[in-house]
């Protein structure tokens, strides 16, 4: 079964800085997903990035980047120039390419809990 | 275009009791899985359903079940209610079954068991 590891419960980050979040997976597939979901305290979560396993060019969205490390199994998130709305829960996610029987759907991570410092 | 409702939004049972939950999706989304969130387990899949049919299910019991209608809707039901069934439990839905495929959340309805 994949694992899916955020080391950091709370990150604290000053507004307009950057800010790091780690994530690390354990699988034996070769092929697969992963994503950033953000869970802003109306918990309503939303995409904030993806990444296909496949791809050795990391993914990115506007101020948000992703350095994949696939031998490393590591998916950290990089939020530039942090905005008082990027506060938020961010849960990190992994998704197997091989659909149908057994569990399957997104496996997420505890979270970190980002908190932005005006 | 309407997000993913989830209905009721808070309930409250009592040990024992079962539990009906909603989804309804985002208009022309056909996938719909669920989702428990507790703050000792964190997220855990509980099951996919496209076109009326279950295609994956999460490592939970018996207990809980659920279903798609034909216009997509969901429902997710847990009988005879413990303590610890108590959680966040969030919707989420998608255009197709697709790995990569983004999932969009609801609110999620938040069951407290007493």
């Known amino acids: 079964a994949q694992t899916v590891t955020q080391s950091q419960p709370e990150m604290s980050v000053q507004e307009a800085e950057t800010v790091t979040l780690s994530c690390t997976y354990d699988t034996s597939e070769s092929d697969y997903y992963l994503f950033w979901y953000k869970q802003p305290p109306s918990r309503q979560m939303i995409l904030v990035i993806r990444q296909e396993a496949y791809k050795q060019q990391n993914a990115t969205e506007n101020r948000f980047s992703v350095n994949f490390q696939k031998a490393a199994k590591s998916f950290s998130l990089k939020i530039s120039d942090s905005q008082l709305g990027d506060a938020a829960m961010y849960f990190c996610a992994y998704r197997s390419s091989y659909s149908g029987g057994g569990a399957d759907g997104l496996t997420f991570g505890k979270g970190t809990h980002l908190i932005i410092q005006p | 275009k309407a997000g993913v409702t989830q209905t009721p939004r808070y309930l409250i049972k009592t040990r024992g009791q079962q539990v009906t939950l909603s989804c309804s999706p985002i208009s022309g989304h056909r996938s719909v899985s669920w989702y428990q969130q507790t703050p000792g387990q964190g997220l855990q899949f509980l099951f996919e359903?496209?076109?009326?049919?279950?295609?994956n299910k999460g490592n939970f019991p018996g207990r809980f079940s659920g279903r798609q209608f034909s216009n997509s809707r969901s429902e997710m039901n847990v009988s005879t209610l413990e303590l610890g069934d108590s959680a966040l439990y969030l919707c989420?839905?998608?255009?197709?079954?697709?790995?990569?495929?983004?999932?969009?959340f609801g609110e999620g309805s938040r069951l407290t068991v007493l």
């Open positions: 989420a839905s998608s255009l197709e079954v697709r790995e990569s495929g983004e999932l969009f």
């Open positions: 359903y496209f076109s009326e049919t279950q295609r």
